[in-house]
């Protein structure tokens, strides 16, 4: 009898043993494991030019806010790491899960696998950064600190130098200031300076409405690259206020504000409640068109981590991962064409996903849209 007790006792040992060992082997692999699980990514070059190649663009002089343009959401993650440090607007919470969880935290924080330049030679016009001041320097961060803003700034403005009659958007979202101003962070901005140029070589106008800004002004006629360079805060950080000293800058006239586009988050990770909730949004702008015309209108479509989508989240394994089937997926929708029409700036993570032909075929759509506005505009 003893012997049967001590052979069934050691046979649950082994049982739970083995189950032990099980979830842990599942808990390292979800909370240390870093492949993103990205498939296929674009990086051929194949969209260095997507403006300048329009036919008679220069002569339609189409307004900058109702090109069509590919956007990329938290284009600096593309430098992220595993292990980067989390910046200052973090909570305490957040940062135990990033030093438990680093495999875990970089997949679902990195939403761009290629560099900037990377990202502009594959159509991406308009760069959505989130920024934090760290360390004594303003830091691409999305939650995680990925690389000094002066680095991408580079890749800007090296990228522009050779792109006759492109245009890039630059979306400064502020994350946190800290001791720093925006008036500073403009001070440094035009500074930058790569291959002999600055930003404020690309930046040829001033003072003029964003709703007057046309792709002529931007270009100078199409003789050359140009930037238009926009800010947004976080409406709920306390330092926003001080951190939007906008008034104080000498480059006040060369940037805009944060009221100068709309776009919508939907803290959703199912494709169809992204879908949804783009008709929604499409709906709201054409009702008060008037209001939106001079705004960057823009369609987010990026995928967040979320409780009321669990077992979607859970099952995306990274951002990355999730948008390789569901930007695609985005793209087939019945309406997405008459979503552009509205909102022409299309804002994805992922944009260099050669899954499903993504890169390709919005680059096809983007640039079959600005065809078509500068049809009609010449016949009018």
Known sequence: MRRKL?????????????????LLAAFLAVTQTKTLSEGAVSEDGSYTSVLADIANIAEADPRV?????????????????????????????VKF?????????????????STVTAQLRQGARFLHIKCAYHEGKWCGSHSMVDGAIEGYVREVISFLQGAKGEIVVLQFQIAYGGESTLSAF??????????????????????????????????????????VVMFSGEDDL????????????????????????????????????????????CAEIQGEFDRYKNMFRVMQINTSPCGKDFFETVGAWSLVSKAKKHNAEMLHCADF????????VVLCD???????????????????????????????
């Open 97 to 113: 899960l990033y030093a438990v969880a680093p495999g875990l935290s970089y997949r679902y924080t990195k939403t761009q696998v």
């Open 6 to 22: 001590k052979e069934r006792t050691k046979i649950l040992f082994l049982v739970f043993g083995c189950i032990f060992l099980l």
């Open 186 to 227: 403009l001070t440094e901005l035009f500074a930058y300076e790569c291959e002999g140029h600055t930003l404020k070589d690309f930046v040829p106008y001033e003072n003029v409405p964003l709703g007057e800004l046309t792709y002529n002004t931007v270009t100078q006629n199409g003789t050359k690259g140009g930037a």
């Open 337 to 344: 064409d008459k979503w552009m029409e509205t909102m022409p």
């Open 65 to 93: 806010v109702d090109l069509a343009m590919l956007g990329s959401h938290d284009a600096s993650t593309g430098a992220l790491s595993v292990g980067a440090p989390a910046d200052e607007s973090t909570g305490g919470g």
């Open 238 to 281: 306390p330092d926003v206020e001080r951190v939007f000293d906008l008034q104080n800058s000498e480059y006040r006239g060369k940037c805009y504000s944060r009221n100068s586009m709309t776009n919508r988050w939907y803290n959703r990770m199912k494709t169809s409640a992204i879908a949804e909730g783009v008709a929604k949004r």
């Open 350 to 380: 992922f944009v260099t996903s050669a899954n499903g032909g993504f890169n390709a075929k919005i680059n096809q759509k983007i640039v079959a849209y600005n065809q078509r506005l500068v049809e009609r505009l010449l016949a009018e």
